[in-house]
């Protein structure tokens, strides 16, 4: 007879690079996206895509928004 195990999967953010470690995993990713602005303004207006399943990992990331100014 076959055992099933579950587990989680972590989650991680990616913006410009830089993989953010996630604050709490009972908040959602536009909840996280709010936490971060603090750090990273820039992700206020990004886009936020995923998740991208990278083995236990659940990845996100999130895009610039390219527009002009004015």
Same mark, same amino acid.
């Given at each position: 007879?076959?055992?099933?195990?579950?587990? &989680?999967?972590?989650? $991680?953010? %990616?913006?410009?690079?830089? +993989?953010?470690?996630? =604050?709490?995993? &009972?908040?959602?990713? $536009?909840? %996280?996206?709010?936490?971060? +602005?603090?750090?990273? =303004?820039?992700? &206020?207006?990004?886009?936020?895509?995923?998740?991208?399943?990278?083995?236990?990992?659940?990845?996100?990331?999130?895009?610039?928004?390219?527009?002009?100014?004015?």
């Amino acid at each position: 007879m076959a055992i099933l195990t579950a587990t &989680a999967l972590r989650r $991680e953010f %990616v913006y410009n690079g830089t +993989v953010i470690p996630d =604050p709490n995993p &009972a908040m959602s990713p $536009e909840q %996280v996206r709010d936490v971060l +602005v603090a750090a990273y =303004p820039e992700i &206020a207006t990004a886009a936020l895509t995923g998740p991208e399943l990278k083995g236990d990992t659940a990845r996100y990331n999130f895009s610039r928004a390219i527009g002009s100014k004015g």
